[in-house]
C-alpha cells in the first residue's frame, strides 16, 4: 500500500512520526511526546491525526496523548501490558494482534526489557518497524524494567525482521551511540562507514532516522552480541550471548 510518512523532533531528542494513508486519509502518530509538534507536523500536511500508537508508558512517549485525543478524538492503541499507565487508551494489544491506520497493517511485537509491557509496531508490506525505546540507530534502550536476557530476546526478534526493513526508534541518539559502539569494534568498517556518515548528518542538522535493520546488523553491538569478535572485545569469550549483551549494556551505562 503506498504511504507517507514524517518524522520531526520532539523534546530533547525525542522523535514524533506520522504514519499516513494518502488513501483515506488516516494518520497514525506513534507516540506523542508532546502535543505542540505533532499538531504542526498534522498543519505543515494537511492530514486529520485518526490514531496513536503507543510503544510504552514513559512520560516522554505519552505526555501528549491526553491533549491530541481531547482536540482530535483519536483512537489510543497501546501495549495490554501498560495499559493503566497511558492515558485515554481504547483498544489495547498484545503479541501477534493487527492494528489498522486506514489500509496499512501493522502487526503487533512484543519487545520487554526497556519496560516490561514494551510493543513495536512492524509493517510487513511497507518494510516498516516503529520500535520505541527498545532498538536505536547503533544502540538500544536501557533494561530498566526487565532482564537482559529478555532484551537480548526482544532484540533478535528485532533483527529476524527483513534487512531492508526501515526502522523509526524514539530518540536521536546516534552520535553518542557510534562513540561508544567504536570502543567495542573499532575495526568494523560499517561502523566506521556509519561514523562518518552520522557525523555528516549531524553537522547538517539532518536525522539519523531511519535506520534498517540490515545496517543495524552490521553496525550495532548489541544486536551482535552473540558475535565471537564482540564476545571476545569484552573478554567474555564463549560466554551465553545475553550475558555478552548484558556487559555492553553496563558498559554503555557507565560510558
Ligand atoms: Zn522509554
Request: glycine residues 8%; contains cysteine.
Amino acid at each position: 500500500m503506498p504511504f507517507e510518512i514524517r518524522l520531526f523532533p520532539c523534546l530533547k531528542d525525542n522523535y514524533g512520526v506520522l504514519l499516513h494513508d494518502p488513501g483515506d486519509g488516516s494518520t497514525a502518530a506513534i507516540d506523542a511526546p508532546e502535543a505542540g509538534p505533532i499538531d504542526a507536523a498534522l498543519a505543515a500536511s494537511g492530514w486529520r491525526l485518526t490514531d496513536i500508537l503507543v510503544t510504552h508508558h514513559h512520560a516522554d512517549h505519552t505526555g501528549g496523548i491526553a491533549d491530541l485525543k481531547n482536540r482530535h478524538g483519536c483512537r489510543v492503541v497501546a501495549p495490554r501490558k501498560e495499559a493503566q499507565k497511558i492515558p485515554s487508551v481504547d483498544v489495547t494489544v498484545r503479541e501477534g494482534d493487527f492494528v489498522t491506520v486506514g489500509s496499512l497493517i501493522g502487526r503487533v511485537l512484543e519487545t520487554p526489557g526497556h519496560t516490561l509491557g514494551h510493543i513495536a509496531y512492524w509493517f510487513k508490506p511497507e518494510n516498516l518497524v516503529f520500535v520505541g525505546d527498545t532498538l536505536f540507530s547503533v544502540g538500544c534502550g536501557r533494561t530498566l524494567e526487565g532482564t537482559a536476557d529478555q532484551m537480548w530476546q526482544s532484540l533478535l526478534k528485532l533483527r529476524n525482521l527483513p534487512v531492508d526493513t526501515q526502522v523509526y526508534c524514539g530518540h536521536e541518539y546516534t552520535a553518542a551511540n557510534v562513540h561508544f559502539a567504536l570502543t567495542i569494534e573499532p575495526k568494523n568498517a560499517a561502523l566506521r562507514a556509519r561514523a562518518e556518515e552520522v557525523v555528516h548528518l549531524c553537522s547538517a542538522n539532518m536525522p539519523t532516522i531511519p535506520t534498517t535493520i540490515g545496517s543495524e546488523k552490521s553496525t550495532n553491538p548489541f544486536l551482535r552480541a552473540d558475535l565471537h569478535s564482540v564476545a571476545s572485545a569484552v573478554n567474555l569469550e564463549g560466554v551465553a550471548p545475553a550475558q555478552v549483551f548484558a556487559r555492553i549494556r553496563s558498559m554503555k551505562d557507565r560510558f
